[in-house]
């Protein structure tokens, strides 16, 4: 009932772990693969590990999560290596790759190439915590450069993943770069990036980097994420597919990115505040839905929100 299609990639369920929380370690990634999430994501990658910034940098709210991790990884070899270690589980592999310049990116999608047991790769354009360094996607220039030079080389399902955009034209001008290339699909949206949360009876700041700035997730960004995934599902060529991420914690916040287009729906600060578990949660809940409103399947409800008639 609940599954779908990016590009060609089957996925048995549609509701799978957004890169970031709980999916850095070989361990972590297992854990998915034995979860009834539809497919494992692994945390971004740079080409050589990192150890991030320093603790705390993720700490839940009550409205969802704060973050400034700061990009901790093992390196890319690592998430190379585990496509195989994962491919008994028999639910697609996606790696995402975050390199710290365009030639480090290409560096690690050449890399990727071969592995037939890695099925897509999401290349993560709008990390918003690292110190000095802009979002990718919030310069148009720069993105539409990246993915020049990224397709030149590539021939794996690629996608890329987006910040969360807030004016239209924006939403116009990222589209019509986004639809010149072969993407699969746009994973929206990133956490919204530079918030900052604090502890007003100790009067200080939730997590140490960045003087206490981090990404935002959960309950926070749900209506964000929602119009993001409803512009590119408007916007973009229908051969692009929208996986939403942001906010998802119910069947009913899913069936709600569903009925803004998006194809997939990624878990991420519900992930990490309530475990593996939470897929099988959201799946029962979403399934519950959809048989009360008579679906069968996705693509039933999918993209077909309705808006108010005009006057
Ligand atoms: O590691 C992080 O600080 C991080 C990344 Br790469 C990202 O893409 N989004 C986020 O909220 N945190």
Same mark, same amino acid.
């Given at each position: 009932?609940?599954?779908?299609?990016?590009?060609?990639?089957?996925?048995?369920?549609?509701?799978?772990?957004?890169?970031?929380?709980?999916?850095?370690?070989?361990?972590?990634?297992?854990?998915?693969?034995?979860?009834?999430?539809?497919?494992?994501?692994?945390?971004?990658?740079?080409?050589?590990?990192?150890?991030?910034?320093?603790?705390?940098?993720?700490?839940?709210?009550?409205?969802?999560?704060?973050?400034?991790?700061?990009?901790?990884?093992?390196?890319?070899?690592?998430?190379?290596?585990?496509? $195989?270690? *994962?491919?008994?589980?028999?639910? %697609? !592999?996606?790696?995402? #790759?975050?390199?710290?310049?365009? /030639?480090?990116? =290409?560096?690690?999608?050449?890399?990727?190439?071969?592995?037939?047991?890695?099925?897509?790769?999401?290349?993560?354009?709008?990390?918003?915590?690292?110190?000095?360094?802009?979002?990718?996607?919030?310069?148009?220039?720069?993105?539409?450069?990246?993915?020049?030079?990224?397709?030149?080389?590539?021939? $794996?399902? *690629?996608?890329?993943?987006?910040? %969360? !955009?807030?004016?239209? #034209?924006?939403?116009?001008?990222? /589209?019509?770069? =986004?639809?010149?290339?072969?993407?699969?699909?746009?994973?929206?949206?990133?956490?919204?990036?530079?918030?900052?949360?604090?502890?007003?009876?100790?009067?200080?700041?939730?997590?140490?980097?960045?003087?206490?700035?981090?990404?935002?997730?959960?309950?926070?960004?749900?209506?964000?994420?929602?119009?993001?995934?409803?512009?590119?599902?408007?916007?973009?060529?229908?051969?692009?597919?929208?996986?939403?991420?942001?906010?998802?914690?119910?069947?009913?916040?899913?069936?709600?990115?569903?009925?803004?287009?998006?194809?997939?729906?990624?878990?991420?600060?519900?992930?990490?505040?309530?475990?593996?578990?939470?897929?099988?949660?959201?799946?029962?809940?979403?399934?519950?839905?959809?048989?009360?409103?008579?679906?069968?399947?996705?693509?039933?409800?999918?993209?077909?929100?309705?808006?108010?008639?005009?006057?």
């Amino acid at each position: 009932m609940l599954q779908t299609k990016i590009a060609n990639i089957k996925l048995a369920n549609c509701i799978y772990n957004a890169s970031g929380p709980a999916c850095s370690s070989l361990e972590e990634l297992q854990a998915l693969g034995q979860s009834a999430a539809g497919a494992i994501l692994s945390k971004s990658a740079t080409l050589a590990p990192r150890a991030g910034n320093p603790a705390p940098r993720y700490v839940d709210t009550p409205w969802g999560s704060i973050n400034s991790m700061g990009l901790p990884n093992k390196g890319h070899a690592y998430y190379l290596a585990a496509a $195989k270690e *994962l491919a008994s589980f028999q639910k %697609p !592999y996606i790696v995402s #790759l975050s390199g710290m310049s365009l /030639a480090d990116n =290409l560096k690690m999608i050449a890399e990727m190439q071969e592995e037939e047991n890695i099925a897509a790769i999401e290349l993560n354009l709008s990390c918003p915590n690292l110190p000095g360094k802009p979002q990718t996607a919030y310069d148009f220039e720069q993105t539409e450069k990246v993915l020049a030079a990224v397709f030149a080389q590539n021939n $794996k399902p *690629l996608g890329v993943k987006l910040p %969360p !955009y807030f004016d239209l #034209l924006h939403f116009e001008q990222m /589209a019509q770069i =986004l639809n010149q290339f072969p993407l699969s699909f746009v994973s929206c949206i990133n956490s919204i990036g530079n918030g900052l949360v604090i502890d007003w009876e100790k009067e200080e700041t939730l997590i140490r980097p960045k003087d206490g700035f981090g990404g935002l997730g959960g309950d926070y960004i749900k209506a964000t994420a929602l119009a993001n995934v409803r512009q590119f599902y408007l916007l973009l060529r229908p051969e692009i597919s929208v996986v939403a991420v942001g906010g998802i914690k119910s069947g009913q916040d899913a069936f709600e990115h569903i009925l803004c287009g998006a194809k997939a729906v990624q878990i991420g600060t519900h992930l990490m505040k309530t475990g593996p578990s939470c897929f099988a949660q959201i799946s029962a809940e979403l399934t519950a839905i959809m048989q009360a409103k008579g679906y069968q399947s996705i693509e039933d409800f999918r993209g077909k929100l309705k808006t108010a008639a005009p006057i």
